[in-house]
């Protein structure tokens, strides 16, 4: 079986390759000459100033109030806000969202989000070099959703140039054993891994970088494509590792994933049973591998506990395996919205959680979900 997956794989990427190539050379040329004529950029209500927010939306199903709850944030903590919308928006939505922003940009849905983002940054490039913050945001969470651990607090205490609120493939990923003797003690962490990237649901910037003419000029060179592996890799991934292969440039994430076995550890071994209780699987492999504890967990030592819940975070990316606990005990102040799509078992999870929320963030992300054919296909 694992053969045939690995065969089918090939084929499909031969299949692709021709389309691949042309994109590689011409994606972007086709979008900067072609596409772009088509985007319409609105001068908003609130001045420019130095600290911005390119702020990506994809609101298919309209606006909502957890947008404009997100806006009023980022206003309330100083942002001028520059708002890009990959789809056409009613024109009460575009109205809305001028109120609140310094220029609203509408574009064709192409390179996702950072096609928007890169519209965004050339747009702004005469005064890049004087922006104090620069930050990328776009839509897949809903943000905030808890008080306390502020991501705008960590980016101004921290005084990293570059900075995620969580990070990929740091951790080294281990055989998933079917024997509890063999979950490995202590997973290692390397940023240098050569797919090791922030997630690139919310980045920051410092003034440093911005300074970097290399800083324009990746966006400025940047190969758009539709496809998302290679959005990813050429994207997500290469924006980390050009700061990461800067040496100037200091890095880190609001949750840092090579300190998580050391957090675990401050809590009781029944704690930290609790906390497998709420794990978010979705792969086959990982299930199989959940699966395979699940009536033995209770038995396990805190040690052996704290090894089967970093297994299962080295496997699935951190805001999806540890999300119950990053909210509840971290106060992490995102929650991504494609928890509610993987599988019924994840949405069930994920909808206990927002209902310990707040009553006003609550109602505003249950009816977004409600509203949404694609997040609500596995809520009753």
Known sequence: ??????????????????????G??????????????????????????????????FPI???????????????????????VSNTKLEKKDQEQLIKK?????ERENYGYDFGGWRDGIIFLKEKLTTIENLILMNDSTWFPVTRGNDFIDFIQKSKLDFVGATSHYGLERPVLSNKREKLKKRLNFNYKNKNFHYASYVLSFSNKILKDKNFLNFWLKLRLSNTYNVIVRNCEIAISQWVINNSEYTHGSLIDSSQISKVLNNYSRKRLYEITQYLVVNSDSLKKFVDTFSNSLESFSKDELISFIMTVVSRQIIVFSLINFLVKELNFPFLKKRLFNLDQDCAEKTKKIVMDFDKEIRDEILLEVYESPNLSKFMN
């Open 101 to 105: 922003s310094s220029y609203f940009i």
């Open 24 to 57: 590689f050379f011409f994606s972007t040329f086709y979008y900067d000459f072609f596409l772009s004529k088509r985007k319409k950029i609105i001068s908003g209500n609130i001045p420019l100033g130095k600290k911005i927010i390119i702020y990506v939306i």
């Open 61 to 83: 199903n309209g606006l909502s109030k957890f947008h404009i709850r997100t806006l009023n944030y980022f206003l309330k903590m100083k942002y001028s806000i520059l708002v």
């Open 1 to 22: 079986m694992k053969i045939y997956r690995e065969l089918k794989r090939i084929i499909k990427q031969i299949l692709k390759l021709p389309a691949n190539i042309i």
